[in-house]
């Protein structure tokens, strides 16, 4: 994978997924924003994806 395909990668599940999601609203107003982003990161599946994404990104830029 190539650095400009990872991006839009990332940007279109951030666009299909995040924008709008009505568990991350839900969480913001009971946990806070903090709380909300970890549950995103370590339970939401598309936060894994996104996980992944950005591992194979680090890759790209390491070489």
């Known amino acids: ?3 400009v395909t990872v991006v839009k990668e990332i940007d279109e599940l951030l666009e299909d997924y995040c924008d709008g999601c009505l568990a991350k609203q839900q969480l913001r ?3 806070g924003k ?3 982003h970890k549950f ?4 939401c599946t598309v ?7 950005g591992q194979e990104l ?6």
Request: aromatic share 8%; proline share 0%; hydrophobic share 35%.
């Open 1 to 3: 994978m190539n650095q």
């Open 29 to 31: 107003t009971e946990r």
């Open 34 to 36: 903090a709380g909300a």
């Open 40 to 43: 995103c990161i370590e339970s």
């Open 47 to 53: 936060g894994e994806q996104l996980h992944f994404l």
């Open 58 to 63: 680090l890759k790209v830029y390491s070489k």
